[in-house]
């Protein structure tokens, strides 16, 4: 654990800027919302009239032989058909010679439409609770956000008054050690001066965990954990992992090969 000279101040509204673009409980709110509202316009649609243009167009392949017992060819009859066959009544269904075709109107008037109108007040207060969730959201993220900074301060705090406090401690050791030398004191004072510099430090080992929980616990609440550590999520959605992760106080083990060996 380590204590930076000089911590990085970052005002509080860029903290709470990148958490509202990283935390991914929001993205998901955001998501959810526009399928809400989505939904919410369909059922209104559902609402209102509708009306369809149906139109249609096809071809027929008329061929084949002249029925013997009609009659044609004469003065007062139809002229004969040609006798035609398989290959005719296949070009005949492209030349536009027995056309099929048709066009039309559908109007659609809801008159009362009780289910219709259940959905579109169903949807409305399901993307109004959508809504409200995500104002939550952002809400308790800003609350984490503040109260994630201030641990950060006054664990720094902390910190620098367990080491002062442990400086004073070694220097009441020495003060008293250099007394017992001159007979001016007695075990007893220079045993409760170790105990109480053994407890100083003690202190500072704790401040100083405090300290990078908060730090650990302020890049959470803003969604950068991945970010400081090298954690690419691209990289996993390939399965190649093109830089390593670094993670601050953590090294690789050194004696893997040896017990492989």
Request: net charge neutral; hydrophobic share 40%; charged share 20%.
């Amino acid at each position: 654990m380590s204590l930076p000279e000089q911590e990085p101040v970052a005002p509080i509204q860029d903290l709470i800027g990148d958490a509202m673009g990283h935390r991914p409980e929001l993205a998901q709110a955001r998501i959810d919302l526009t399928n809400r509202d989505i939904t919410k316009k369909s059922a209104r649609n559902a609402l209102l009239p509708n009306m369809d243009l149906i139109a249609w167009y096809g071809g027929a392949g008329l061929a084949g032989e002249q029925n013997a017992l009609a009659p044609c060819g004469g003065p007062l009859e139809p002229p004969c058909a040609p006798r035609t066959g398989w290959n005719n009544a296949f070009a005949r269904n492209f030349d536009n010679s027995a056309p099929d075709y048709a066009i039309g109107l559908n109007f659609n008037i809801p008159i009362r439409n009780r289910a219709a109108q259940a959905d579109q007040v169903r949807s409305e207060l399901e993307y109004r609770q959508a809504q409200m969730r995500l104002q939550q959201l952002q809400n308790q993220v800003s609350i984490e956000v503040r109260n994630a900074q201030y641990a950060l301060q006054q664990n720094r705090a902390r910190v620098a008054a367990a080491q002062k406090a442990r400086d004073l401690a070694q220097q009441s050791l020495e003060a008293e050690q250099k007394k017992y030398q001159l007979g001016a004191s007695t075990n007893t004072l220079v045993l409760q001066a170790q105990r109480d510099l053994a407890q100083a430090e003690s202190n500072v080992v704790l401040s100083m965990s405090a300290y990078e929980k908060s730090r650990v616990e302020l890049d959470r609440v803003t969604g950068l954990t991945l970010d400081r550590v090298g954690i690419s999520l691209g990289d996993a959605e390939i399965g190649v992992v093109n830089r390593m992760p670094s993670v601050q106080g953590v090294a690789p083990r050194t004696d893997l090969n040896q017990q492989q060996k």
